[in-house]
């Protein structure tokens, strides 16, 4: 296993009205943030919070190209982003001890924080389509170029961990400084991950480690 200390590129926040940070998901243009009965929005170049929706918002936040996916205590709801209305509810997986959420390949991945698992949900129904399992408590989740990155947070230790989707292998980890949590985790599509800061109230921006081509 490849292992590194986290390089934390820009801190953002503490956001007005936001005690605490959940999921966090990037929709090509805004970082979408959980803060408990709200979701914000915000500009990653400067900051700036853009939108807040009232709307229960507990854990993981997911966006699939056109629509927002929430945690809300025991279900996932399908948002739409322009008028924060609830379109659809699935029940989920894990019936309230659910975390992080992501998704690809057409599909929801959710973390299960204590039972240190990640489940591939069928978006429409719910239903659980496979399981992996991994040996730290799972916070946020993230897909990227066929990587599977998740978070995790025990005791004062956080790290972000990319794992062997088939077989939960740990493949690399990127140590956090101590006492920095992560609750959210997502990519940008490039080269740095967006981390929820939990009770903090921030949002961090993590580089991605670079790959040889």
Known sequence: ???????????????????????????GQHVWFAT???????????????????????AGTAFDGQHLYQISED???????TTGR????????????????????GALWVGQYRDRKIHQVDPETGAILRTIQTNRFVTGVTWIEGELWHGT?????????????RTGEVLEQLDMPPGTI??????DGGEQFFCGG??????????RPRRLK
Request: a negative charge.
């Open 36 to 58: 408990g009965d709200t979701l914000k929005a915000f500009d990653p170049a400067s900051g700036n919070t853009l939108r807040s929706m009232d709307v229960a918002a507990h």
């Open 153 to 165: 947070w025990e005791g004062d230790e956080s790290e972000l961990r990319r794992i062997d989707p």
């Open 86 to 105: 609830v379109l659809a509810t699935i029940p989920a997986p894990g019936g309230g001890g659910d975390s992080g959420l992501a998704w690809a390949e």
């Open 182 to 187: 992560v609750s959210g985790l997502e990519s």
């Open 75 to 81: 279900r996932i709801q399908k948002i739409d982003p």
């Open 1 to 27: 296993m490849k292992r590194s200390a986290a390089e934390i590129i820009r801190e953002y926040g503490p956001f007005q009205g936001a005690d605490r940070v959940h999921g966090v998901t990037y929709d």
């Open 198 to 207: 939990g009770s903090s109230g921030k949002v961090r921006a993590v580089r």
